[in-house]
């Protein structure tokens, strides 16, 4: 005669520690992710010792951009993929040249940044940055 074992019911698993696992994931993937960092534009700015000097007009070669996002250089229109060389010439023709990049207060931020890229493309190192209204 064969013995017959009695079938046992299966134990449960609990579930009350499958929210702890979850939240310790949770916590560890958040504390080891990597967040990018913006680089933004490297500029060198004057510390509080700088002092404001006067600079004679023709020493001064003024980029602006309208509300709309034109480009004018000295009041004349002009092209952005002509600005790097238009500054490399005139700084070799002045060696005291200052870049003054004016830019309307509602024009797009890539209006701004584009002109800055192609002054710091023609190794310009006198640069002074001014916003404007109207």
């Known amino acids: 005669m064969a013995i017959k074992k009695k079938a046992r019911p299966l134990g449960d698993l609990s579930q009350a520690s499958l929210s702890d696992i979850a939240f310790l994931l949770l916590v560890f993937f958040i504390a080891t992710t990597i967040f990018p960092t913006e680089k933004g534009i490297p500029l060198i700015l004057p510390g509080k010792a700088s002092s404001v000097a006067q600079i004679n007009r023709k020493n001064v ?5 309208d509300a709309a996002g034109n480009i004018f250089v000295d009041d004349q229109p002009w092209a952005i993929n002509q600005l790097k060389d238009e500054v490399k010439r005139r700084m070799s ?42």
């Open 61 to 65: 070669m003024v980029i602006h951009t």
């Open 93 to 134: 023709e002045n060696d005291k040249l200052v870049i003054s990049i004016e830019t309307h207060a509602d024009a797009p931020y890539k209006a701004m940044v584009a002109v800055l890229d192609e002054v710091k493309l023609a190794e310009a190192t006198k640069i002074s940055i001014k916003m404007y209204r109207g």
